[in-house]
Protein backbone atom coordinates (compact mmCIF):
# COMPACT_ATOMS: atom_id res chain seq x y z
CA UNK A 1 0.00 0.00 0.00
CA UNK A 2 1.12 3.75 -0.89
CA UNK A 3 2.08 6.19 1.86
CA UNK A 4 1.04 9.07 -0.34
CA UNK A 5 -2.02 10.56 1.73
CA UNK A 6 -5.56 9.77 0.42
CA UNK A 7 -6.57 13.50 0.32
CA UNK A 8 -3.22 15.15 -1.07
CA UNK A 9 -5.03 15.41 -4.17
CA UNK A 10 -7.40 17.36 -1.77
CA UNK A 11 -4.90 19.42 -0.35
CA UNK A 12 -3.48 20.39 -4.20
CA UNK A 13 -6.58 21.29 -5.29
CA UNK A 14 -7.42 23.62 -2.40
CA UNK A 15 -4.06 25.19 -3.14
CA UNK A 16 -4.26 26.00 -7.04
CA UNK A 17 -7.69 26.92 -6.75
CA UNK A 18 -6.94 29.49 -3.58
CA UNK A 19 -3.73 30.70 -5.39
CA UNK A 20 -6.04 31.99 -8.54
CA UNK A 21 -8.58 33.48 -6.27
CA UNK A 22 -5.77 35.30 -4.33
CA UNK A 23 -4.55 37.01 -8.09
CA UNK A 24 -7.97 37.72 -9.24
CA UNK A 25 -9.41 38.80 -6.09
CA UNK A 26 -6.12 41.07 -5.61
CA UNK A 27 -6.77 42.36 -9.52
CA UNK A 28 -10.06 43.27 -8.78
CA UNK A 29 -9.85 45.16 -5.58
CA UNK A 30 -7.20 46.93 -7.64
CA UNK A 31 -9.71 48.24 -9.95
CA UNK A 32 -12.94 48.66 -8.14
CA UNK A 33 -14.00 52.48 -7.50
CA UNK A 34 -15.70 51.68 -4.42
CA UNK A 35 -13.95 51.49 -1.24
CA UNK A 36 -16.52 49.04 0.80
CA UNK A 37 -16.36 46.85 -2.28
CA UNK A 38 -12.41 47.08 -1.88
CA UNK A 39 -12.61 46.59 1.53
CA UNK A 40 -13.91 42.97 1.06
CA UNK A 41 -11.91 41.88 -1.69
CA UNK A 42 -9.13 42.78 -0.19
CA UNK A 43 -9.82 40.68 2.95
CA UNK A 44 -10.58 37.81 1.45
CA UNK A 45 -7.89 37.53 -1.19
CA UNK A 46 -5.79 38.03 1.91
CA UNK A 47 -7.40 35.06 3.84
CA UNK A 48 -7.38 33.09 -0.25
CA UNK A 49 -3.17 33.74 -0.55
CA UNK A 50 -2.64 32.60 3.02
CA UNK A 51 -4.39 29.52 2.23
CA UNK A 52 -2.74 29.00 -1.24
CA UNK A 53 0.84 29.28 0.48
CA UNK A 54 -0.55 27.38 4.09
CA UNK A 55 -1.31 24.70 1.99
CA UNK A 56 1.23 24.60 -0.40
CA UNK A 57 3.25 24.24 2.44
CA UNK A 58 1.66 21.36 4.51
CA UNK A 59 1.96 19.83 0.89
CA UNK A 60 5.54 20.24 0.91
CA UNK A 61 5.51 18.53 4.98
CA UNK A 62 4.12 15.64 3.56
CA UNK A 63 7.27 15.40 0.82
CA UNK A 64 5.53 16.55 -2.11
CA UNK A 65 5.24 19.45 -4.05
CA UNK A 66 2.03 21.60 -5.43
CA UNK A 67 0.60 20.65 -9.30
CA UNK A 68 -0.21 23.30 -11.23
CA UNK A 69 -3.86 23.39 -12.53
CA UNK A 70 -4.85 23.33 -16.03
CA UNK A 71 -7.79 26.44 -15.33
CA UNK A 72 -6.97 29.69 -17.41
CA UNK A 73 -6.16 32.55 -15.00
CA UNK A 74 -6.76 34.72 -17.87
CA UNK A 75 -10.45 34.59 -18.58
CA UNK A 76 -11.08 35.25 -14.66
CA UNK A 77 -8.49 38.46 -14.70
CA UNK A 78 -9.83 39.50 -17.82
CA UNK A 79 -13.13 39.83 -16.21
CA UNK A 80 -12.29 41.80 -12.84
CA UNK A 81 -10.18 44.17 -14.35
CA UNK A 82 -12.82 45.34 -17.27
CA UNK A 83 -15.08 48.10 -17.01
CA UNK A 84 -17.92 45.83 -15.80
CA UNK A 85 -20.09 46.81 -12.53
CA UNK A 86 -18.77 44.83 -9.30
CA UNK A 87 -22.31 43.59 -9.42
CA UNK A 88 -21.78 42.01 -12.77
CA UNK A 89 -18.36 40.45 -11.72
CA UNK A 90 -19.66 39.05 -8.71
CA UNK A 91 -22.70 37.32 -10.65
CA UNK A 92 -20.80 36.00 -13.12
CA UNK A 93 -17.96 34.43 -10.97
CA UNK A 94 -21.57 33.59 -8.74
CA UNK A 95 -19.37 34.31 -5.63
CA UNK A 96 -22.71 35.42 -4.24
CA UNK A 97 -23.69 31.80 -3.87
CA UNK A 98 -21.26 30.24 -2.56
CA UNK A 99 -22.85 30.56 1.30
CA UNK A 100 -25.19 27.93 1.44
CA UNK A 101 -26.62 28.89 4.65
CA UNK A 102 -27.80 25.96 6.61
CA UNK A 103 -27.73 23.27 3.67
CA UNK A 104 -24.74 21.16 2.40
CA UNK A 105 -22.06 22.59 1.16
CA UNK A 106 -18.35 21.29 -0.82
CA UNK A 107 -17.05 21.31 2.47
CA UNK A 108 -19.48 19.08 4.35
CA UNK A 109 -17.66 15.67 3.03
CA UNK A 110 -13.68 16.95 3.92
CA UNK A 111 -13.64 14.97 7.19
CA UNK A 112 -15.23 11.57 5.60
CA UNK A 113 -11.54 10.91 4.70
CA UNK A 114 -11.11 9.11 8.16
CA UNK A 115 -6.98 9.00 7.67
CA UNK A 116 -6.69 12.95 7.49
CA UNK A 117 -3.63 13.58 9.84
CA UNK A 118 -3.98 15.56 13.40
CA UNK A 119 -2.02 18.92 11.66
CA UNK A 120 -3.61 18.59 8.57
CA UNK A 121 -7.17 18.16 10.06
CA UNK A 122 -6.75 21.25 12.18
CA UNK A 123 -5.97 23.28 9.13
CA UNK A 124 -8.58 22.00 7.08
CA UNK A 125 -10.94 23.03 10.14
CA UNK A 126 -9.67 26.50 10.29
CA UNK A 127 -9.39 26.77 6.43
CA UNK A 128 -13.42 25.59 6.04
CA UNK A 129 -14.20 28.34 8.81
CA UNK A 130 -12.69 31.00 6.92
CA UNK A 131 -14.16 29.83 3.33
CA UNK A 132 -17.76 30.12 4.82
CA UNK A 133 -17.07 33.34 6.72
CA UNK A 134 -15.58 34.42 3.67
CA UNK A 135 -18.88 33.08 1.41
CA UNK A 136 -21.27 34.96 3.64
CA UNK A 137 -19.01 38.19 3.32
CA UNK A 138 -19.64 38.00 -0.24
CA UNK A 139 -23.48 37.61 -0.22
CA UNK A 140 -23.80 40.24 1.85
CA UNK A 141 -21.38 42.30 -0.69
CA UNK A 142 -23.86 40.91 -3.34
CA UNK A 143 -27.27 42.32 -1.27
CA UNK A 144 -25.32 46.28 -0.88
CA UNK A 145 -24.51 46.10 -4.62
CA UNK A 146 -27.83 45.39 -5.92
CA UNK A 147 -29.53 47.46 -3.40
CA UNK A 148 -27.54 50.06 -4.55
CA UNK A 149 -28.36 49.48 -8.35
CA UNK A 150 -32.21 48.96 -7.17
CA UNK A 151 -31.47 52.73 -5.61
CA UNK A 152 -30.24 54.12 -8.80
CA UNK A 153 -32.79 52.69 -11.21
CA UNK A 154 -35.33 54.55 -8.81
CA UNK A 155 -32.92 57.47 -8.79
CA UNK A 156 -33.43 57.33 -12.75
CA UNK A 157 -37.25 56.91 -12.66
CA UNK A 158 -37.76 60.17 -10.61
CA UNK A 159 -35.55 62.19 -12.48
CA UNK A 160 -37.16 60.88 -15.94
CA UNK A 161 -40.35 61.73 -14.33
CA UNK A 162 -39.05 65.07 -12.89
CA UNK A 163 -37.86 65.99 -16.89
CA UNK A 164 -40.90 65.05 -18.27
CA UNK A 165 -42.73 67.43 -15.76
CA UNK A 166 -39.99 70.43 -16.38
CA UNK A 167 -41.09 69.40 -20.01
CA UNK A 168 -44.90 69.93 -19.78
CA UNK A 169 -44.02 73.04 -17.34
CA UNK A 170 -42.12 74.37 -20.35
CA UNK A 171 -44.56 73.86 -22.80
CA UNK A 172 -47.40 75.49 -20.56
CA UNK A 173 -45.17 78.58 -20.05
CA UNK A 174 -44.14 79.01 -24.03
CA UNK A 175 -48.42 79.07 -24.41
CA UNK A 176 -48.67 81.50 -22.18
CA UNK A 177 -46.03 83.89 -23.41
CA UNK A 178 -47.72 83.33 -26.46
CA UNK A 179 -50.79 84.56 -25.37
CA UNK A 180 -49.52 87.24 -23.44
CA UNK A 181 -48.33 88.51 -26.13
CA UNK A 182 -51.17 88.01 -28.58
CA UNK A 183 -52.95 89.75 -25.89
CA UNK A 184 -50.68 92.57 -25.57
CA UNK A 185 -50.23 93.61 -29.01
CA UNK A 186 -54.30 93.23 -29.54
CA UNK A 187 -54.37 96.05 -26.56
CA UNK A 188 -51.26 97.67 -27.99
CA UNK A 189 -53.15 98.07 -31.33
CA UNK A 190 -56.65 99.52 -29.58
CA UNK A 191 -54.56 101.79 -27.27
CA UNK A 192 -53.03 103.46 -30.94
CA UNK A 193 -56.20 103.34 -32.42
CA UNK A 194 -57.46 105.30 -29.06
CA UNK A 195 -54.83 107.37 -29.80
CA UNK A 196 -55.50 108.39 -32.99
CA UNK A 197 -59.29 108.97 -32.52
FE1 LIG B 1 -11.27 30.20 -1.25
Avoid at 28 to 46: F, N
Avoid at 69 to 96: P, Y
Avoid at 167 to 193: H, Y
Amino acid sequence: MSDKPSYLGLLNAIAVAEGRAHAYLTAWAETTKSDDVRAVLRKIAAREGEHAMTFGRRINELGYDVRPGDDDDAAAIALVTSDRSDLDKMETLKLHRLDRGDKPDIFDDFFKDHSIDIATGALLGRYIAEERDSAQLFKQCHALLKQAERGSSVDDDRLASLERKVDALCGTVDQLCAAVTATDSGSNGSRTKARTK
